[in-house]
Nanobody, 128 residues
Framework: DVQLQACGGGLVQAGGSLRLSCVVT????????IAWFRRAPGKFREGIAC??????????LDSVKGRFAMSMSGDTVKKTVHLQMDNLEPEDTAVHYC???????????????????WGQGTVVTVSS
């Protein structure tokens, strides 16, 4: 089974930065995608960033483009994924999750239902 462990959340002032990390184990193929989602208070969970392992291409939600950046290292045995979040805004306050999709469509996606494996959330709080 694919397992994900996220960490790195915290409290930061608006304009500050945080780097979230996600350790992924149990991947069965190089054809996989890792994504970050978040659930803000009172809102549905939304996808904010996705990376395709084969070419390291990325897809970002419009509201985080230019502020957030994904990276990954490692292999299918153990992979570490980072989400660098800069110029944080109070609207970024949310529980953040990493998720994995193995195989399936070749296209990157921020659709929650396409991801079968999820890590526990890590809380990001941005004060104004």
């Amino acid at each position: 089974d694919v397992q994900l462990q996220a960490c790195g959340g915290g409290l930061v002032q608006a304009g500050g930065s945080l780097r979230l990390s996600c350790v992924v184990t149990g991947l069965t193929s190089d054809e996989h995608f890792i994504a970050w989602f978040r659930r803000a208070p009172g809102k549905f969970r939304e996808g904010i960033a996705c990376m395709k392992n084969m070419d390291k291409s990325t897809l970002y939600l419009d509201s985080v483009k230019g502020r957030f950046a994904m990276s990954m290292s490692g292999d299918t045995v153990k992979k570490t994924v980072h989400l660098q979040m800069d110029n944080l805004e109070p609207e970024d306050t949310a529980v953040h999750y990493c998720a994995a999709r193995v195989g399936g469509s070749e296209y990157k996606s921020l659709r929650e239902y396409e991801y079968r494996s999820w890590g526990q959330g890590t809380v990001v709080t941005v004060s104004s």
